[in-house]
């Protein structure tokens, strides 16, 4: 496996924000260091999936954990990377407002990789986070 250096804020930023998707979910990258990544997902009022409570449906926050424990192995192989399989756990609502993602690699193999997500509400409290195995193996030529 090729591995390079930790990519920049800028350069992880301009990574993630290649896809519609991701656009979709307006990310923000705010840090990348040897300890993982934070992602800010600015708020959208298309998440609330119960209009009398207004709370985030479950499936963008699987979303959201999804792409920022991608994203924190592509910080370090320069490229994102197929999922393989994720688990997410709920621990309360996220009520309207920007989520802060925070990732990090678990361990980065030649063939599979584990990296895990934690989203945090804009009062800083967790709120679901979640493990994914991703298929790291170079891409064929």
Sequence with gaps: MSEKKTLTVDELQQLIT?????????FTVTRVDGEGIEVRAEWR????????????????????????????????LGRPVPTIDMRVDFHKPAMPGDLTTRARVVRLGSQFSTAEASIYDKEGALVASGRGTYFTASPKA
Excluded at 46 to 67: C, F, K
């Design 45 to 76: 009022e298309e998440w609330v999936v119960n209009p009398d409570r207004r709370y985030t449906h479950g499936g963008i926050l699987s979303a959201i954990i999804d792409v920022a424990a991608d994203y924190a192995i592509a910080a370090q």
């Design 18 to 26: 290649r896809g519609p998707f991701n656009r979709w979910l307006n």
